[in-house]
DNA sequence: GTCTATAATGGGATAGAC
DNA sequence: GTCTATCCCATTATAGAC
């Protein structure tokens, strides 16, 4: 049996809220009538606004490295490793779109301290990326003229899927997420050898 | 002789408000005291601190659709086409990242009236770009399997600058939107016909 | 651990003098 | 067209009863 305790409650109320509204714009009351609570009982578990955010962005910087890095290890193949990195990472923010929001644009909402302490993380995930293509290349199939620049753009492809993605529009998570993997192989791939020009 | 009036400075004041600290956590007195003003100054130019936002953000998406609608008239060559749309689009978002964050970021923060009033050259925007797909395809130049979708990411690459574009960084606009351009190339273009394995 | 009540602060917007 | 002063309300966070 689950249980869901008050603690975990206000983290999906937070979720919801800071989604829907930013951070700035979402009130304490707004949380705690979410989670059913009085604005008083918010405090009880959790020290403040940000530490809520914090909390939320933590978890999602987290899951978020998770995901690249499973998806970095699946294969050795370096087109089916790109192919499958960009995949899940799309994929990651369209399913969790509403966290993806949290972790990409309220990220100047932390404080100094917690914007160090995630900002780790997305310097990880960048740095994946990085040696995939890397690796890709140094292995002669992939062609890639600025490795940070390009990894950043195959990232970028599914971190703006947070500002507009919501279940249930007109493309599916899946769909999304292999267009972009279909365009991230063509990005980097090298072109098969054809007979030059006589 | 170029004279900027007190509206002019409020408006100024409001896109480095707004483009700083998100539109919800800027105050008016903010607006004000950067504009050199008292708070009471700026409800004689605007009506609120949401017209200030309506008038930044529709200044903005003019700015925009015209950069993109003059790329995309500026030759009938399908490849350069995408590749000059695709400079300039992610140039004006590094050159105006200030301007761009507050176009991208604060759309929901405007009045429901608003918001359809500037989703008219969001459409027009993406409009333009899935055309010179299009017609590159039609010319048999380019291979596009999801026109809207590859239109909408070869966007995102520029969209996505403004959540962390600062002017001074380690990479210029020139060298980021030729980055992008080059990438959009990839994405799109006909691979050149190759000799099929025998 | 939750509530009601409230403290303390800061917000958008306006009044009225100059 | 700008100012000072202020209204009125919402905000984050806390106090103290249960």
Known sequence: MTTITARERLINAAVEAFAEKGFAATTTRDIASRAGMSPAAVYVHHDSK????FTVSLQGHRHALE???TAAASTTDPVERIRTMVYDFSRWHA????VGRIVQWEYHALTPEHRTEVA???RSIERTMQDALTDGVA???LDVDDVPGTA???LSLGVDLVRWFEPGGSRSAHELASLHAGLAVRMVLRASPSRPPA
């Open 50 to 53: 940000e530490s809520l955010l």
């Open 67 to 69: 995901i690249i890095n």
């Open 95 to 98: 399913d969790h779109s509403r």
């Open 120 to 122: 780790v993380f997305r």
């Open 139 to 141: 292995q002669g199939v």
């Open 152 to 154: 950043f753009s195959l």
